[in-house]
């Protein structure tokens, strides 16, 4: 199921439900998302959903340093459990050795190619950095 499938299913549930938080957060997630991939050449995707969770997430933080709102808080621990699990440092070590890179941005673009939006680009170039020097 995919990612945008299962923000759907989720706001069936919350509307069903009568939750009004959620089924707000849930359906902003999923018009914006619906509203990047009108945008020639960009096809609504997992990656494309999670970056705007991601997006909405780090917008969020950023109010939260300021204010203290619990319903931003609630929002973030639900738009959190739709991410996917991000990679180990150990799991990108393997892709990148299974990779067969020789060199830095050849990893990176490997792994930007198979595992979009599954790894911190900081933790991989270091990782890259060791294995193709």
Do not use: Y
């Not at 990656?47 to 939260?64: E, P, Q, S, Y």
């Not at 931003?72 to 440092?89: G, I, Q, T």
């Not at 990108?92 to 930007?112: D, R």
Request: net charge neutral; hydrophobic share 40%.
């Amino acid at each position: 199921m995919s990612l945008m499938d299962e923000l759907k299913t989720r706001l069936h549930v919350a509307v069903k439900n009568s939750e009004k938080a959620v089924r707000t957060s849930l359906r902003t997630v999923i018009g914006e998302a619906q509203n990047k991939a009108l945008r020639p050449g960009v096809e609504l995707d997992d990656a494309l959903v999670a970056k705007v969770i991601k997006d909405t997430i780090k917008g969020n933080n950023d109010v939260l340093a300021h204010r203290d709102r619990p319903d931003l808080v609630a929002e973030n621990e639900l738009l959190s459990d739709f991410l996917p699990k991000m990679m180990s440092d150990g799991e990108i070590k393997s892709a990148i050795l299974g990779s067969g890179a020789k060199t830095m941005p050849e990893a990176m673009q490997f792994l930007s190619a198979n595992h979009k939006g599954l790894f911190d680009g900081k933790s991989a170039k270091r990782i890259a950095m060791e294995l193709t020097t």
